[in-house]
């Protein structure tokens, strides 16, 4: 099986649930305390090519920080939505789980299953 790589925050019970759900099966993912050491620009285009979606869609819109930098505004680009999440990585949705070319967000949890078949 390819390596797999959760972006995950240990205080997110969403994150906690997709980590359980691993574990029960045996697997270990290499894990990505996002907030700790947030992904640079070049990770993140690169996370977002293998979701398959636009920054847009990887925001977390309920964030004081969402609200705060404006980023509701249309008019912004993937480059300036992109560089907001790596200034300001709890904005980026957990969790994130990675294997190979191909990424998935788990919400709910069971989604990071979706890799696995």
Known sequence: MTDLTLYHNPRCS??????????ARGLTPNILRYLETPPT???LQSLLSKLGIGARQLLRTGEDEYKALNLADS???EAQL???MVA???????PILIAGDKAVIGRPPEKVLELLA
């Open 88 to 94: 300001h990585p709890k904005l980026i949705e957990r």
């Open 41 to 43: 620009a070049a990770e």
């Open 82 to 84: 992109i560089a907001a």
């Open 14 to 23: 969403k994150s906690r649930g997709a980590l359980e759900l691993l574990e």
């Open 75 to 77: 008019n912004l680009s």
